[in-house]
Nanobody, 125 residues
Framework: QVQVVESGGGLVQAGGSLRLSCAASGRAFSVYTMGWFRQAPGKEREFVAA????????YYADSVKGRFTWSRDNAKNTVYLQMNSLVPEDTAVYYC??????????????????WGQGTQVTVSS
C-alpha cells in the first residue's frame, strides 16, 4: 500500500515563506512523478508543481513560477516545496500526490494515483 503524507503548512504573513514536505512510503519511488495541487474554498483543485523523481525535471504553474522551488531527499523518500514571497492568493489546502506511470499531463490531477490528506496554508495580508 502506497502512502503519501504532507506536512509543513501553517499561517504566514504576506511576503513570508513556508516549506512543505511530502514523504512517500510503501514502494520504491524512484520512478514516481510527484505533484502538488491546491484547493481554495469554493474553487477547483489546481496544479501547483510537479517533479519527476528519477529524472529531476520540474514543472511549475505560472502563478508560482519564480517563487516556489522543488527539492528532494531520495534517501528519505521525501520531496520538499519551498514557497517564498507568499501572497494571500496562495491560501489553500495543499495536496501532495504521486503518479505511476508518469502522467501524460503533469497538471491533470486525474493522472495521479496516490494522495495525501492535505495541509492548510494560510497567508495573511
Amino acid at each position: 500500500q502506497v502512502q503519501v503524507v504532507e506536512s509543513g503548512g501553517g499561517l504566514v504573513q504576506a511576503g513570508g515563506s513556508l516549506r512543505l514536505s511530502c514523504a512517500a512510503s510503501g514502494r520504491a519511488f524512484s520512478v514516481y512523478t510527484m505533484g502538488w495541487f491546491r484547493q481554495a474554498p469554493g474553487k477547483e483543485r489546481e496544479f501547483v508543481a510537479a517533479i519527476t523523481w528519477g529524472g529531476g525535471y520540474t514543472y511549475y504553474a505560472d502563478s508560482v513560477k519564480g517563487r516556489f522551488t522543488w527539492s528532494r531527499d531520495n534517501a528519505k523518500n521525501t520531496v520538499y516545496l519551498q514557497m517564498n514571497s507568499l501572497v494571500p492568493e496562495d491560501t489553500a489546502v495543499y495536496y501532495c500526490a504521486a503518479a505511476l506511470p508518469p502522467p501524460r499531463a503533469v497538471e491533470d490531477f486525474n493522472e495521479y494515483d496516490y494522495w495525501g490528506q492535505g495541509t492548510q496554508v494560510t497567508v495573511s495580508s
